[in-house]
């Protein structure tokens, strides 16, 4: 149950796109398509944008999509706004162990918008 | 309004042992899974424990034997009870709604899509 690997950081310009990449194994990213992505401001909890790989709750701007290929999950933010300078971080699925469903998370990531 | 409000963080020692409770409002809790998420100040979010809407429960390696979750959904409530605690599970524990289940589907899988606002729970001496 390591955590699935993230970029620290990540940067760009409004209106420019950025990928935050997320890293894991055939155990839980690449074997299972149940990657959730999550954001969370300074002082608050997260906050859900992305389940299941791909898909929007209703509410979340179509400018955050989501992508996997391989063991490896991805977000884009799409035409980069101020308010999406937060923290990032990828969940997923990953087997039983011991008798439980276990989920892992990744170790975030830091997006700021220069 | 669909909300959680967690509550029972404090200060306890090490080996000390606490109860966090996790209320819910504004939708059906009964048919829902629901999971405890902590995160240490300036880490990442650590998944701790989850529990089924028929009361099967589910931890990581790093707590199971330690953390025990329960629910009363009588009450609209879930719980985190946490013993022989350590210095390292200093943290915020938020509670977070999980998968929507009926009939034995669940829907849709890992998608914890509501969160409370997170109890603050600081193990010293």
């Known amino acids: 149950q390591s955590a699935l690997t993230q970029p620290p950081s990540a940067s760009g310009s409004p209106g420019q796109s950025v990928t935050i990449s997320c890293t894991g194994t055939?155990?839980?990213?690449?074997?299972?398509?149940?990657v959730s992505w999550y954001q969370q401001h300074p002082g608050k909890a997260p906050k859900l944008l992305i389940f299941?790989?791909?898909k929007r709750p209703s509410g979340v701007p179509d400018r955050f999509s989501g992508s996997k290929s391989g063991s490896t999950a991805s977000l884009t933010v799409s035409g980069l706004q101020a308010e999406d300078e937060a923290d990032y971080y990828c969940?997923?699925?990953?087997?039983?162990?011991?008798?439980?469903?276990?989920?892992?998370f990744g170790g975030g990531t830091k997006l700021t918008v220069l | 309004e669909v909300q959680l409000v967690e509550s029972g963080g404090g200060l306890v020692q090490p080996g000390g042992s606490l109860r966090l409770s996790c209320v819910a409002s504004?939708?059906?809790?009964?048919?829902?899974?629901m999971h405890w998420v902590r995160q240490a100040r300036g880490k990442g979010l650590e998944w701790v424990s989850g529990?089924?809407?028929?009361?099967?429960?589910h931890y990581p390696d790093s707590v199971r034997g330690r953390f025990t979750t329960s629910r009363d959904n009588a009450k609209d409530s879930l719980y985190l009870q946490l013993n022989s605690l350590r210095a390292w599970d200093t943290a915020v524990y938020y509670c977070?709604?999980?998968?929507?289940?009926?009939?034995?589907?669940?829907?849709?899988?890992?998608?914890?899509?509501?969160w409370g606002q997170g109890t603050m729970v600081t193990v010293s001496s």
């Open positions: 969940k997923s699925y990953a087997g039983v162990s011991a008798g439980s469903n276990t989920w892992v």
């Open positions: 529990i089924g809407t028929v009361g099967d429960t």
């Open positions: 299941e790989v791909s």
């Open positions: 055939s155990g839980d990213v690449g074997g299972y398509n149940y």
């Open positions: 504004g939708f059906t809790f009964s048919n829902y899974d």
């Open positions: 977070a709604r999980g998968s929507y289940c009926y009939s034995g589907h669940c829907s849709p899988v890992g998608a914890f899509d509501i």
